[in-house]
């Protein structure tokens, strides 16, 4: 049974830092993409961090710079520290994982989320 379970989430006041993390179960990281997304009350959920099997990372402009994804296949995790928070951050943030492959095999993973919330 495949599990990503977030951790970290809370209450944080604005201009402060969060470190979420993801452990998964049941797969090996080490080819999946792994990513952080979010999803705000009455809002859809957003991509907001990405890192490749290699390495490579990516952020949308909104937490570019401000945000910063880390995956350590060792401990079959991946992380997000988060500094200078705004109100706007908060949300349920989600765990993502995904592998395909040019044989059209697939497989795509959600954790159950974590709740960040930033106070002004």
């Known amino acids: 049974q495949v599990q990503l379970v977030e951790s970290g989430g809370g209450l944080v006041q604005s201009g402060g830092s969060l470190r979420l993390s993801c452990d998964a179960s049941g797969i090996s990281i080490t080819i999946y993409s792994m990513a952080w997304y979010r999803q705000a009350p009455g809002k859809e959920r957003a991509l907001i961090a990405t890192?490749?099997?290699?390495?490579?990372?990516n952020y949308p402009d909104s937490v570019k710079g401000r945000f910063t994804i880390s995956r350590d296949n060792a401990k079959n995790r991946v992380s997000l520290q988060m500094n200078n928070l705004k109100p706007e951050d908060t949300a349920v943030y989600y765990c993502?994982?995904?592998?395909?492959?040019?044989?059209?095999?697939?497989?795509?993973?959600w954790g159950q989320g974590t709740q960040v919330t930033v106070s002004s």
């Open positions: 890192i490749t099997s290699s390495g490579i990372t």
């Open positions: 993502n994982a995904v592998y395909s492959n040019a044989l059209g095999f697939n497989r795509h993973y």
